[in-house]
């Protein structure tokens, strides 16, 4: 094989110790060195006293990160590589080998990179990874709260609709600080709640202990916290994407995404969409959300879908399925592929749509127009036109369309 690229290093890395191997035209070095920052850069003069162009290492959980960004720093160019596109063939597996096995892969031009975005956009994306995880762990507080006034027989959340609204968070709030009086209790209901008195008082009588009010008050003070850490995160990412406001606004127009979920999708993607994408598929590919490939002697067997960029991949999913009602055409797309495949792969395939839409609405800068509910069914009756008068004329007949006239 012809080489590519003369002085090449590759790195095995791990979460104390990295083992670099450097292959160049005067012949091979290999080093171990530990992963704390003062070695780090004794390898990366290392690495510029061989006079390297490239570095490849595999994408191994968050250790190639600061290794990533003091390369960045000296502008010598990386690659991150996924594991599964470099194994080597198996045998006797040393970590000076798996060094040695990618450096010889890089020299080669046999390594694909993976996508690794500026280190703004990276700041972006770990911000926004970090607010979609605090909201899920207020999420997590909420369902807490029902089980604890389950274990009360305390059935709040049988009469009104959200337990941690205005009207129950008073409620929760006294029963919390010791109030075990229904009809008190019934009293903070407001506006059209106030309707609902009687019932109040009757899911208001239970048996609630001192350790159920301890874990309520805990957990609402936990609730009330991560809130404003999320408000206070909220502010930050705005002030990060202030500059793509127009982008978010793009976004936004599709149904099924807000304003939080654009933001998340711009940390993923990036905001230079057409330069690392070359086609919405390319995107959709990298995100997890087409088809596997298996085939094998001419036959096309079933394939799961591939594995992506599991944060984009499970917030479109998320977002598919709440339009599932929506009459616009991406519920008329889930409610379709749901009657037939089933609703997780309805998620999918909407998903999939969504984010095509997002590459179309970025490259193009336009907003999003929605096909309309009925789409589907003007393709549908197109068809059985088209249909029903190629079978006439094959008996014989001529026949002239035309046009309904409007009722």
Same mark, same amino acid.
């Not at 230079?272 to 490939?293: E, I, N, R």
């Not at 495949?341 to 179309?360: D, E, F, P, Q, T």
């Not at 029903?388 to 035309?402: I, Q």
């Given at each position: 094989?012809?080489?590519?690229? /003369?002085?090449? *290093?590759?790195?095995?890395?791990?979460?104390?110790?990295?083992?670099? *191997?450097?292959?160049?035209?005067? $012949?091979?070095?290999?080093? @171990?060195? %530990?992963?704390?920052?003062?070695?780090?850069?004794?390898?990366?003069?290392?690495? #510029?006293?061989?006079?390297?162009?490239?570095?490849?290492?595999? +994408?191994? %959980?968050?250790?190639?990160?600061?290794?990533?960004?003091?390369?960045?720093?000296?502008?010598?160019?990386?690659?991150?590589?996924?594991?599964?596109?470099?194994?080597?063939?198996? $045998?006797?597996?040393?970590?000076?080998?798996?060094?040695?096995?990618?450096?010889?892969?890089?020299?080669?031009?046999?390594?694909?990179?993976?996508?690794?975005?500026?280190?703004?956009?990276?700041?972006?994306?770990?911000?926004?990874?970090?607010?979609? +995880?605090?909201?899920? /762990?207020?999420?997590?507080?909420?369902?807490?709260?029902?089980?604890?006034?389950?274990?009360?027989?305390? #059935?709040?959340?049988?009469?009104? %609709?959200?337990?941690?609204?205005?009207?129950?968070?008073?409620?929760?709030?006294?029963?919390?600080?010791g109030e075990e009086d229904p009809e008190k209790l019934a009293n903070f209901a407001r506006r059209s709640m106030k309707k609902k008195k009687e019932e109040l008082e009757l899911a208001l009588k239970g048996y609630i202990n001192s350790h159920q009010r301890l874990m309520l008050k805990t957990i609402l003070g936990h609730i009330d916290f991560l809130t404003e850490q999320i408000e206070?995160?909220?502010?930050?990412?705005?002030?990060?994407?202030?500059?793509?406001?127009?982008?978010?606004?793009?976004?936004?127009?599709?149904?099924?995404?807000?304003?939080?979920?654009?933001?998340?999708?711009?940390?993923?993607?990036? &905001?230079?969409?057409? #330069?690392?994408?070359?086609?919405?598929?390319?995107? *959709? %590919?990298?995100?997890?959300?087409?088809?596997?490939?298996?085939?094998?002697?001419?036959? =096309?067997?079933?394939?799961? &879908?591939?594995?992506?960029?599991?944060?984009?991949?499970?917030?479109?999913?998320?977002?598919?399925? +709440?339009?599932?009602?929506?009459?616009?055409?991406? $519920?008329?797309?889930?409610?379709? &592929?749901? +009657?037939? !495949?089933? !609703?997780?792969?309805?998620?999918?395939?909407?998903?999939?749509?969504?984010?095509?839409?997002?590459?179309?609405?970025? @490259? =193009?800068?336009?907003?999003?127009?929605?096909?309309?509910?009925?789409?589907?069914? !003007?393709? =549908?009756?197109?068809?059985?036109?088209?249909?029903?008068?190629?079978?006439?004329?094959?008996?014989?007949?001529?026949?002239?369309?035309?046009?309904?006239?409007?009722?």
């Amino acid at each position: 094989m012809d080489v590519v690229i /003369e002085r090449a *290093c590759g790195m095995d890395v791990h979460k104390d110790n990295i083992t670099a *191997c450097i292959l160049t035209p005067e $012949g091979k070095e290999i080093q @171990t060195f %530990s992963t704390k920052t003062v070695f780090l850069l004794t390898l990366v003069d290392w690495i #510029k006293q061989h006079n390297c162009t490239h570095v490849a290492m595999e +994408s191994t %959980s968050v250790y190639w990160k600061p290794i990533v960004n003091l390369l960045e720093a000296e502008d010598i160019e990386f690659l991150v590589v996924n594991a599964q596109h470099m194994k080597a063939v198996p $045998g006797r597996k040393t970590d000076v080998k798996d060094a040695e096995w990618i450096a010889k892969l890089l020299r080669h031009g046999l390594l694909k990179a993976s996508y690794i975005p500026d280190r703004n956009q990276r700041e972006l994306r770990e911000l926004v990874r970090y607010r979609r +995880s605090i909201i899920e /762990e207020r999420a997590r507080q909420h369902n807490r709260i029902q089980k604890v006034l389950e274990g009360a027989n305390i #059935k709040l959340g049988s009469v009104v %609709s959200d337990v941690l609204g205005v009207s129950a968070r008073d409620m929760l709030d006294a029963i919390a600080d010791g109030e075990e009086d229904p009809e008190k209790l019934a009293n903070f209901a407001r506006r059209s709640m106030k309707k609902k008195k009687e019932e109040l008082e009757l899911a208001l009588k239970g048996y609630i202990n001192s350790h159920q009010r301890l874990m309520l008050k805990t957990i609402l003070g936990h609730i009330d916290f991560l809130t404003e850490q999320i408000e206070m995160l909220d502010k930050e990412v705005a002030d990060r994407v202030s500059s793509h406001q127009e982008d978010v606004a793009r976004l936004d127009s599709i149904p099924g995404i807000a304003t939080r979920m654009a933001e998340q999708i711009l940390s993923e993607i990036g &905001t230079d969409v057409k #330069k690392q994408f070359p086609t919405a598929a390319h995107m *959709c %590919s990298w995100a997890g959300l087409v088809p596997g490939q298996n085939e094998s002697a001419g036959k =096309r067997k079933s394939a799961k &879908t591939k594995k992506g960029n599991k944060y984009l991949r499970s917030a479109l999913t998320e977002a598919a399925h +709440s339009v599932r009602g929506s009459k616009n055409y991406l $519920g008329a797309l889930y409610r379709r &592929t749901a +009657s037939r !495949k089933g !609703k997780k792969r309805a998620g999918i395939v909407v998903a999939h749509a969504m984010l095509r839409i997002s590459y179309y609405l970025l @490259t =193009r800068k336009e907003m999003y127009v929605d096909l309309g509910e009925d789409y589907f069914d !003007k393709q =549908r009756q197109q068809s059985i036109v088209r249909h029903s008068l190629r079978r006439l004329e094959s008996l014989g007949y001529t026949v002239t369309l035309e046009e309904p006239k409007a009722s």
